[in-house]
């Protein structure tokens, strides 16, 4: 399974919603505090890029020489139509600063040097070092899993639906595929009754790129076909 340093990795480098949350600061919309591009550097720093008038620059722009806490709380909702549709959360905390010239005209790059984060997910709850999250790197698959999700539940539900004849669970009467990553799939299914339940389906070997995880899903496939 992915480290919890990893999970949390990929999810500050997903496009899953992110907000910026410093004490003290209140924005008139909601919206102010979520930066346009997220990214992580070398060292483990979060890189944010806001607007050059947004609560966050200004909040670390008049703290100057002033450490400024700030939390990246990031939610993960499912990209497809799922009962309780939120896969985790994640929180990364540490301290603010301004990144001069590194941003487009008009916008403000800030960095946030982390010192610590935390994650709530499917796979369970955990903390996160700041040294653990340096040295994690993302999912190879994050930039495409909602793309492929959605691809799968719209295009090949007939297919994810032979995946129930390997959950040995009566009454099972939908499967809806809800997080990819290199290691396998994992998939919501839901019984008559109206209740649901997941089940995972690692891969042979984690996959690096889509070519290889084609194949992976093929051989799923055919083995819950016969």
């Given amino acids: 399974m992915p480290s919890a340093a990893e999970r949390t990795r990929t999810l500050v480098q997903s496009t899953c919603s992110a907000v910026l949350l410093v004490p003290g600061l209140t924005a008139p919309r909601p919206e102010q505090l979520v930066a346009d591009v997220r ?7 979060v890189f ?3 607007p050059a008038d947004s609560p966050a620059v200004r909040a670390a722009t008049h703290a100057q020489d002033d450490e400024v806490r700030a939390v990246l709380e990031i939610t ?5 139509s799922v009962p309780h549709r939120i896969r985790g959360r994640a929180w990364v905390s540490g301290w603010l600063t301004l990144v001069p010239g590194r941003a487009a005209p008009g916008r403000v790059m800030l960095r946030l040097e982390v010192g610590d984060a935390y994650v709530d997910d499917l796979w369970g709850a955990s903390a996160v070092d700041a040294e ?6 993302p999912d190879p698959l994050v930039r495409h899993e909602t793309e492929l999700l959605q691809h799968l539940a719209a295009a ?3 297919r994810v639906g032979l995946l129930c004849g390997l959950v ?5 009467a939908r499967a809806t595929p809800l997080a990819l990553d290199r290691f396998g799939l994992r998939v919501r299914f839901g019984r008559s009754d109206g209740h649901t339940f997941d089940a995972r389906f690692d891969f042979p070997e984690p996959v690096d790129d889509i070519t290889a995880l084609r194949r992976a899903l093929h051989r799923l496939f055919e083995a819950a076909a016969t």
Avoid: Q, T
């Fill in 39 to 45: 990214s992580v550097g070398p060292d483990g720093d």
């Fill in 48 to 50: 944010l890029v806001f």
């Fill in 76 to 80: 993960d909702v499912a990209p497809v």
């Fill in 132 to 137: 653990e999250f340096a040295a994690a790197a």
């Fill in 156 to 158: 090949h539900a007939e």
């Fill in 168 to 172: 040995e669970r009566e009454g099972v």
